[in-house]
Each structure stands twice: as C-alpha cells, then as structure tokens.
C-alpha cells in the first residue's frame, strides 16, 4: 500500500502567489483531512471531507484558503494570495469509514511564503 | 470542549534509560486517547490508542500508555528507548460519539523526545 501521497513535499513561493497542494489518500478510505502545523499554534485541523463532500470547514483560517476533492482519489488545498504567515507544514491524512478515529498521515507539505 | 495538554515540550534521555511522556487530557464525555510518533520530516504515525476495555495498551516499538480516569491521564512509557526513538510525540483525543461517524480529534502540543547516546 502505498500510503497518502503529497505533493510537492517543499514550496517556497513569494507573497501574493497562488498556491496549490495537492493530496491523494489510501485506497478506499472514505475520509480525508487536511492540518496545517505551526510552531505557534502546533497541528490545526484545517478541513475534512467524507466520501468527497467537505463537512466542516470552521478551521479554515480566511476566505484566501479553499479545499476541493473532485474524486475519491484526490484533493487540493489551495491558497490564494499567499501571505508570509501561511509557511508551515501542510498534512494531508485519510481514515477509513469505520475506524475514523485512526487517520493515515501523508508525509507533509513545507510551505515557505517569501 | 475537549482538550489535550502536554506539560514536556522536550524530553532528554540517555538511551537504553525508561522515559515516560506525560498527557493529561479534559472532556466532558467518554473518549478515546491515542498516540502518535512524528519522526523527522515524516508525518504522524499511531503509536497506540485506547478505545475500551484494559487500562494498559500496548503499541508499536515496545511503548505503552496506561489509561487513568481519576486522573484524566494518558502517559506514555517504554522501559529503554534507542536513538531511533528520537522523534516528537503527540497525545491525542476525542469523543466516543454515540451516532458513528467522525468525531473529532484534538492533538496536543506534543513532546519532543531526545535519546543521548
């Protein structure tokens, strides 16, 4: 098994640019969740969807973030305009329907926003 | 709400010498406790969860927590640890929930483990 896959693993950008993470979850888990980890505020839960449909977007921090999942093998995550205060490391992870409580981590997106 | 708190950011130890990471945790309701390892530039893996049943879980790579609801703690021990165990550790929790589905889990600040040859 693969694992949850993400990409790129680092992105350095200038402020005020479009960025774009991308995720692709296990096989046949039924829910993803994207989580931003900082050193200030340690690992957020950004957004989680269920078979493809975003339920609860509360930690979204501002209207410039944005979550999409098309099919159940992929989804974005993507900021825009990028600011200085989004650097942090972007996880994307997926659990399957009847064990939600253990959540399969990708290895991470370090974000640096120049 | 619930709430998670770790009191050791770090965590020095010589190896082969016990450790114990320590996890305290505040809900109004039953739950379920985990912990995960994040190794260097890697995401978390589960370390152990508690969901019912014995008070002590055992995980991978010779760790255990022990469940204490007096308490509302959740520590985790392992009797040696080896360089390898070098990484940050996060205790996490949420709710039982009593209609399925996805309850959620709020991860503490997490405890850096150092392992001194």
């Known amino acids: 098994d693969a694992g949850v896959i993400q990409s790129p693993r680092h992105e350095v950008t200038e402020m005020g640019q479009e960025v774009t993470l991308r995720c692709k979850p296990i096989?046949?888990?039924?829910?993803l969740f994207w989580y931003r980890q900082t050193m200030m505020r340690g690992l957020e839960l950004l957004i989680y969807?269920?078979?493809?449909?975003?339920?609860?977007d509360s930690g979204m921090p501002e209207d410039r973030f944005s979550a999409k999942m098309p099919n159940a093998s992929f989804s974005t995550l993507k900021i825009q305009p990028s600011e200085p205060r989004d650097s942090a490391v972007y996880f994307c992870?997926?659990?399957?329907?009847?064990?939600?409580?253990?959540?399969?981590f990708g290895p991470g997106t370090r974000l640096t926003v120049l | 709400a619930q709430s998670v708190t770790q009191l050791d950011s770090q965590v020095p130890v010589f190896e082969e010498a016990p450790v114990e990471l320590r996890c305290n945790y505040s809900?109004?309701?039953?739950?379920?406790l985990f912990w995960y390892v994040q190794y260097p530039n890697q995401g978390l893996q589960l370390l152990l969860k508690?969901?019912?049943?014995?008070?002590l879980v055992k995980g991978i790579n010779g760790f255990e927590a022990e469940f204490n609801k007096s308490q509302t703690s959740f520590h985790l021990r392992k009797p040696s640890v080896h360089i390898s165990d070098t990484a940050e550790y996060f205790c996490?929790?949420?709710?039982?929930?009593?209609?399925?589905?996805?309850?959620?889990?709020?991860f503490g600040t997490g405890t850096k483990l150092q392992v001194i040859p």
């Open positions: 096989s046949g888990h039924d829910y």
């Open positions: 992870a997926s659990s399957p329907w009847d064990t939600t409580d253990t959540q399969y």
């Open positions: 996490a929790v949420s709710d039982k929930g009593t209609s399925g589905g996805y309850q959620k889990v709020t």
């Open positions: 809900s109004s309701v039953s739950v379920y």
């Open positions: 508690y969901l019912s049943g014995s008070t």
């Open positions: 969807f269920n078979n493809n449909v975003p339920i609860d």
